[in-house]
């Protein structure tokens, strides 16, 4: 299995922009999480799909931030338009019955954005 | 919701030495804790996890501890070696669906 796959690993774009961050979940799983992790506020959930449809997208900070889950295969999350402050290593993370313990959560490698 | 809290957030420790980080949870009803080591330039690994049924589980050099009554869990991992330099978080569930994580310790092994 080739786990989580996220792309592109690292983005660098200039205020204004939109950034786009892609996601292949592990197959067979039917949870997907996005997350944010800095420094300063550690590991956030953004937003979180089962099953491809959206449950609590609480955590998304502002409008700028959208994501969509089209089908079990592929996510994504976008800022338009991105500021400085987005700045930040973007993770998925997929669970589902397959693992040893369902409420196991796989990590991908992140996404490292840097907004000029 | 969940409340995680983990100590140290800073550990270093000698090549050979044990290392021990503490997580405490709020949730009585919380039932599954998945400990995660993240590299630098990596995402979080899971490396070990335990059910509330039990009370110990080790794998090989890392053990977790659980003790439900005071509703904290422990990592430990011994005779520490260079390779095991990384943040550690611990989690607890949070309602079904999601995890919520501690805040991450630091560890260093120094040879």
């Known amino acids: 299995d080739a786990g989580v796959i996220q792309s592109p690993r690292h983005e660098v774009t200039e205020m204004g922009q939109e950034v786009t961050l892609r996601c292949k979940p592990i197959?067979?799983?039917?949870?997907l999480f996005w997350y944010r992790q800095t420094m300063m506020r550690g590991l956030e959930l953004l937003i979180y799909?089962?099953?491809?449809?959206?449950?609590?997208d609480s955590g998304m900070p502002e409008d700028r931030f959208s994501a969509k889950m089209p089908n079990a295969s592929f996510s994504t999350l976008k800022i338009q338009p991105s500021e400085p402050r987005d700045s930040a290593v973007y993770f998925c993370?997929?669970?589902?019955?397959?693992?040893?313990?369902?409420?196991?959560?796989?990590f991908g490698p992140g996404t490292r954005l840097l907004v000029l | 919701g969940e409340n995680v809290e983990q100590h140290p957030s800073t550990l270093s420790v000698q090549e050979g030495d044990s290392a021990v980080i503490k997580c405490t949870y709020s949730?009585?009803?919380?039932?599954?804790f998945p400990w995660y080591k993240q590299e630098l330039g990596k995402g979080p690994q899971l490396i070990i996890d335990?059910?509330?049924?039990?009370g110990e589980k080790k794998d090989q050099r890392i053990a977790v501890t659980l003790n439900k009554t005071a509703k904290h869990f422990s990592l430990h991992i011994t005779e520490t070696q260079p390779e095991d330099s990384a943040v550690y978080f611990c989690a607890a569930p949070e309602g079904y669906s999601t995890l919520t994580f501690g805040k991450g310790t630091m560890l260093l092994v120094s040879p």
């Open positions: 335990i059910r509330s049924n039990v």
């Open positions: 949730d009585s009803a919380s039932n599954y």
């Open positions: 197959s067979g799983h039917d949870y």
């Open positions: 799909f089962n099953n491809n449809v959206p449950i609590d």
């Open positions: 993370a997929s669970r589902g019955f397959l693992a040893g313990f369902p409420e196991t959560q796989y």
